[in-house]
C-alpha cells in the first residue's frame, strides 16, 4: 500500500520556471526590510543614521538591483506595457520623485530608492515570470512564516511596554507580524479549496489544514485587529472569488454559521481581543489614531497637491504626538505625496482590483485571481489602521506590487490549452505516480 507524499516532486518540464531569482528576490528584499535583530525609535529612523543592519538592508537592496541589470540589462522591455503595470510605475515614481522634497532628505532618498527596486524586480516577475514561480514563491513565504512562528515561540525577544503581551518574533512588530500571518493565512487557504485542481497544491491536504491552525492561532496572538478583521473580510473575498458561484454560495452558508458560533461562544473571547485591555478613551480615538489624523490633516493643507515629501510623515508628529508614520495608508499619502500621489495610489488599487474582476471571468485562472484579490481586499482594509501599504521597504509594500505582478503573470499565461496538447490527467485531476495529482494546464505552458 502506498501513501501520496507530503510534498510530492514535480518533473521540470511539467513546471516551467523564469528561474531561482523569481523565488530569491521577493523574498530577500521582504527579510531585509522587516526582519530585524535589532529595535530602533522613530527618531533614529527619521534621523538618517545607519548601522549594520540598515547597511545590510541597502546591500540587500543594491544586490537585487544588480542582479536585474546583469541578468536582463538595461534594455527597454519587450512587450508592451499594461494599463496595470503603468499605473504602478507611475504610483512607484511620483512616491520615489517626493523624495526630492522631503524634510527628511536621507531617509527619503533611501526609500525612493528602495520602491524603485521592488517596482524592478515586480516588473521583471510580471514580464518573466510563469504560474508556477508565483506558485513556488507562495509556498516559500507560508514555509518562512511558519519558521518565524517557531522562532518567536521557542525564544521570544525583548518586548516594548505596549508589545509585551502580544506575540511576535526577533523584533518584528506585532502589526508588521498580524499583516505576515493574514498574508499566509489567505495563501494557505487558497491551495488548500483547490478540490478541483489538486496538481496546483505543493503539499499534502494535512500540511495545509496543520499549517492553517499554526498561523490562525499565531494571528489571534498577535493582538493585530486590523491585521485579523483584513483577514476576515480576505478570507469571504478570497472563497466567493475562487470558487465562482459555488464560493458565494459557501460564503453565504459558512460565514452565518461561523458568526452564529462565535456570537453565542466566543463573544467573551471576541470582545476580549478587541479591547486588548484598553481603556474606553483609548478604543474611542482608536489608540490616538484620531487625534493623528488631525494633526495629519493640518499638515496636508499646507501642502496638499504634491505634500510633504517621501517619508515626511515618519517625523512630522514626533513631537507633538509620539507616534510616527499616517497609520493608515491614504492618510500617509496625503501627508508626503498630496493630492497628486493620492490620486496615484487610488487609481493603481482600483485598476488592480478591476483587472482582478476581469481574471475571474476565466475559469482556469479563477482560483488564483480569487486568492490574489482576497490577498488585496485584507490589504485595504488593514490599511485603515496602518500606512505600510502605501510605503517603501515593508511586506504591505512589497506585496501590492508583488500582486500587480502575480496579476500579469495570470494574464499572460493564463489561456487554455488547446485539447490536443492539455494532459488528460489535468482536465481529469488524475495523474500518474504515488502523490494522484494531475499536471496543470498552465504548468505545461513555457513561460513566454
Not at 538591483?65 to 510605475?89: E, K, M, N
Not at 508626503?336 to 488592480?352: E, K, N, R, S, Y
Request: with cysteine.
Amino acid at each position: 500500500m502506498t501513501f501520496p507524499a507530503l510534498f510530492p516532486r514535480r518533473h521540470r518540464v511539467l513546471s516551467p520556471s523564469a528561474g531561482r531569482w523569481t523565488l530569491v528576490l521577493p523574498l530577500a528584499l521582504m527579510l531585509a526590510s522587516d526582519y530585524k535583530l535589532r529595535s530602533r525609535s522613530a527618531e533614529q529612523t527619521v534621523g538618517g543614521g545607519a548601522d549594520f543592519t540598515v547597511l545590510l538592508e541597502i546591500a540587500v537592496y543594491g544586490a537585487a538591483a544588480l542582479f536585474l541589470v546583469w541578468r536582463f540589462g538595461l534594455r527597454p522591455p519587450t512587450r508592451r506595457i499594461t494599463g496595470l503595470q503603468f499605473a504602478a510605475w507611475v504610483f512607484a515614481g511620483f512616491v520615489a520623485l517626493s523624495a526630492l522634497w522631503s524634510p527628511f532628505k536621507s531617509l527619503g532618498t533611501v526609500r525612493a530608492v528602495q520602491l524603485l527596486i521592488t517596482m524592478m524586480v515586480a516588473h521583471a516577475l510580471a514580464t518573466r515570470a510563469t504560474r508556477a514561480d508565483m506558485r513556488r514563491l507562495a509556498h516559500a513565504f507560508i514555509g518562512i512564516v511558519l519558521v518565524s512562528v517557531a522562532i518567536g515561540v521557542a525564544h521570544p525577544f525583548p518586548r516594548s511596554a505596549h508589545t509585551k503581551d502580544r506575540f511576535n518574533w526577533l523584533f518584528v512588530h506585532p502589526v508588521t507580524a498580524g499583516v505576515y500571518l493574514a498574508i499566509a493565512i489567505l495563501l494557505v487557504v487558497g491551495y488548500l479549496i483547490r478540490y478541483t485542481a489538486p496538481w496546483e497544491r505543493q503539499w499534502h491536504p494535512a500540511i495545509y489544514v496543520g499549517a492553517l491552525a499554526v498561523l490562525s492561532g499565531a494571528l489571534i496572538a498577535t493582538g493585530t485587529r486590523g491585521a485579523a478583521a483584513g483577514c476576515a473580510v480576505g478570507m469571504l473575498v478570497l472563497l466567493a472569488g475562487a470558487r465562482g458561484p459555488r464560493g458565494r454560495i459557501d460564503v453565504i452558508v459558512i460565514g452565518a454559521a461561523v458568526a452564529a458560533l462565535g456570537a453565542l461562544a466566543f463573544s467573551d473571547k471576541i470582545l476580549a481581543f478587541a479591547e486588548r485591555g484598553e481603556s474606553a478613551q483609548s478604543l474611542a480615538s482608536l489608540n490616538s489614531r484620531t487625534e493623528l489624523w488631525s494633526l495629519a490633516m493640518k499638515a496636508y493643507s499646507q501642502s496638499p497637491i504634491f505634500g510633504r515629501g517621501l517619508g515626511a510623515s515618519r517625523g512630522l508628529f514626533l513631537d507633538d504626538i509620539g507616534l510616527g508614520g499616517g497609520h493608515n495608508a491614504f492618510v500617509n499619502t496625503l501627508v508626503d505625496q498630496g493630492a497628486v500621489g493620492t490620486a496615484a495610489f487610488a487609481v493603481l488599487l482600483l485598476t488592480l482590483a478591476f483587472v482582478l474582476l476581469l481574471v475571474l471571468r476565466n475559469r482556469s485562472l479563477r482560483a488564483d485571481g480569487g486568492m490574489v484579490l482576497g490577498i488585496l481586499a485584507m490589504f485595504v482594509v488593514d490599511s485603515i489602521t496602518t500606512e505600510g501599504l502605501a510605503t517603501p521597504a515593508n511586506v504591505s509594500g512589497i506585496w501590492l506590487l508583488l500582486l500587480v505582478a502575480w496579476t500579469e503573470v495570470l494574464r499572460r499565461q493564463g489561456g487554455d490549452l488547446p485539447a490536443a496538447t492539455t494532459p488528460t490527467g489535468a482536465l481529469t485531476g488524475r495523474g500518474s505516480g504515488s502523490s494522484g495529482r494531475g499536471t496543470a494546464p498552465s504548468d505545461v505552458k513555457q513561460a513566454a
